[in-house]
Each structure stands twice: as C-alpha cells, then as structure tokens.
C-alpha cells in the first residue's frame, strides 16, 4: 500500500507526526506500506518549518511546493496545480489529508479528480459557522471522503447526518493529543521564561489570529485591554500569531501586564499551556490539548467545532462579550473551574488505529503499478 500524506500549515504537522511514527512501526512489523510526504508549503517560514520537524521528528517531505503566497483562491489553485504533478508521476493508493486549512481542501479535490481515494484525518467537525474559511474546506472535504478518521462522538454524528455510511466513519481519537503524549516528557521552557520571571500557575497564555478578532484594529484594541485589566497583575504571554503581529504593528501599543513574544516551537508552546494559570485563545487546537493538561481555557469565539472540549473539557465560549470574558478569568484565579474529563479515544493510540483501518482497507485492494 502507498500512501500520499499531506500537510500545509503548523497544525497539520502536530496532526501527521504521530501518524508517520505509527506507519514506521507498521513497516518495522512486516507491514508493505510506504508512505510519501508532501508539504504545500501553505504556511512556510524556515525557522519554524525546521525546529516543528526536527523536534516532532518528522522526516524530510519529498517536495515543498512552497505555495505560501496570494490569496486563500490562488493559494488552493497553485496547490492543486503542483499536487497533480506530483500525483502524475507518484501515483499511491490514497491520499491523506489532515484538518480544514487550504492544503486539505485542495489536495482532496485533485486526488479525486485523478481517480485516488482520499482520508480524511479530523473529519466531521462543525462549526455552523459559515463565515470560517475552514467550515467550507470541511464541508467540501467530506462530501468527497472515502474514509472519515473522527475525533469525537460530535463528529460521528454530524456525518451521520450528512447521509455518511457507517461503515465509512472511523471513531479513531485525536492525533494532537497522541503527539502531545509523545513529546510531554521533552518540552522545556522559552527562552524569556527567566527575562519575564515566569512561574507555573502564575501566568496567563494568551493566542488570537482569528480574523473577526484581529482584522479590525480597535476590537483588538479593545480586547487586550480588557483581558489585561482582567487578568489581575497576573502576567500575560503572547506568542503572537504573523497575522496578528501585521495588525500589532500599526497599534503601537503598550499594556503593562501583557508581554507580546515570537511564535514558540512545538516543546517550548506545550511548556506555556501545560503550565499556565489559565488560557486564553481563539484557536481549536489548544483547546483540545488545554483540556487534556487540564488547564482552564476560554475562547473567544461564539462557536466552536470542538464541543467535547466544552461538554466534557476545561473549555468555556465568550465571543466578543467582555463582561463574560472577566467573570471567567475572575474564576480562574479564584481556582473555580468546571469539572472535566478526558474525551474517549483521547489516548495516545488513534495514530495506530489509523494506520491499522489503512492496512486493513487498502492491503486488501490491487496496488497502483506507476512507480511511486
């Protein structure tokens, strides 16, 4: 069996590492599958592309089209140019797309085009929230899946809903969190940890780069203001996300208590959530591995495709509402916070599941005869 994996953007490495690690495994058992990885190139900056592989210990990708340019159309178009030349002459058995950004629509639309199946790694996740780019590479990605790899029972049932068969769906777990157990025992401190005399639990974290929260200056404005006079002497840090930094850049602005560092690697990221008194952020990733470290996380959004990080993780939705948003960070350095638990399959062995499903469906079908 030959497998074509894709990956564009920092989540996507998180995602694919821990499925590389389960297909070498399978290749050191006796397994005939072999795997080719491709990198779009979708967000690419050498310094982070290098420490992210290195310390997730992915291997070399076989081609980076480094399609980092123009916007979010031309981006997937250029991405679907190069992935058809690639396909052309490294033809596998499926391709493996992980997430919603624009490397995952674009590279599901050509394989199917092109006659190859396609997997799809976080299928099912939703929003209702039609405004968010990565609803529509969602939607448009899994009504042309041929095997749906789920997180939750959420998903499963958003694509039961969507006339999915059942047999198609594979309630799988998180790869996020078999890479966060993977590499807990190797995250270290930043390099300011010391500078700012940081301290477990006596801090918060803060991340946004979601367009609704950052494109307008005077909302941002608004919003960093708010949760540094919330925050309560406590210190915040910022690893702040390029789009954000662009908007930051014309604010010039100075908040006592809130400390705006560069993007973080991988050990030195988990490191800050892992010992945070608290997170705030509008991303979905964090969310999933705050729920697992058992931190207390509030997102500003109004939706969420992840709702097990709040029915049953440390997860809380405020929006835009700035009174919810203190009352929350009020409870937070009170110690009051929700019971959680850790969402099923969340167990460090969904890469393996994967991978086990893959051999069992594809093992079993005639392999492509171009050279891959």
């Not at 190139?41 to 990708?61: A, K, N, R, V």
């Not at 002459?89 to 499926?94: A, F, Q, V």
């Not at 207390?296 to 509402?321: H, Q, S, Y």
């Amino acid at each position: 069996m030959k497998i074509t994996i894709v990956a564009g953007a920092r989540p996507n490495f998180i995602k694919i590492a821990p499925i590389i690690k389960a297909i070498e495994q399978a290749q050191l058992d006796g397994c005939t599958i072999k795997f080719r990885l491709v990198h779009t190139g979708q967000h690419y900056d050498h310094q982070m592309s290098t420490d992210f592989f290195t310390q997730l210990g992915i291997p070399e990708p076989n081609i980076n089209f480094e399609c980092n340019f123009g916007t979010p159309i031309e981006q997937t178009a250029a991405i679907m140019v190069n992935f058809e030349k690639d396909l052309l002459e490294h033809r596998p058995d499926i391709v493996l797309v992980v997430g919603d950004v624009n490397s995952t629509i674009a590279c599901a639309i050509t394989a199917k085009k092109m006659g190859i199946d396609v997997a799809h790694v976080e299928a099912g996740i939703r929003s209702g929230d039609m405004s968010m780019p990565e609803e529509i590479n969602r939607i448009v990605t899994d009504s042309i899946t041929d095997v749906y790899f789920t997180t939750s029972s959420f998903a499963n049932n958003n694509l039961v809903n969507q006339k999915i068969p059942s047999d198609k769906i594979k309630y799988v777990g998180n790869t996020m969190i078999d890479t966060l157990y993977q590499h807990l025992d190797k995250i270290l401190p930043p390099t300011f940890w010391s500078s700012l005399g940081l301290s477990q639990k006596k801090y918060f974290l803060l991340t946004l780069h979601r367009p609704i929260n950052v494109d307008n200056p005077d909302k941002l404005l608004g919003l960093l203001n708010a949760i540094g006079k919330s925050a309560e002497g406590y210190t915040v840090v910022f690893p702040v996300h390029p789009r954000t930094n662009k908007i930051l850049q014309s604010l010039k602005l100075k908040i006592d208590n809130i400390y705006f560092v560069p993007p973080q690697g991988y050990h030195e990221f988990i490191y800050l959530i892992k010992n945070a008194k608290g997170i705030i952020t509008d991303s979905g990733g964090i969310t999933e591995e705050a729920t697992v470290l058992g931190v207390p996380c509030i997102t500003m959004r109004n939706t969420t495709e992840r709702p097990e990080t709040v029915f049953f993780g440390t997860n809380e939705l405020v929006g835009d509402d700035i009174e919810k948003l203190d009352i929350y960070m009020q409870n937070i350095i009170e110690g009051i916070w929700k019971k959680t638990q850790i969402p099923k399959y969340w167990d460090g062995k969904s890469s393996e599941r994967i991978v086990s499903d893959l051999i069992s469906i594809y093992n079993k079908k005639p392999s492509v005869e171009k050279v891959y």
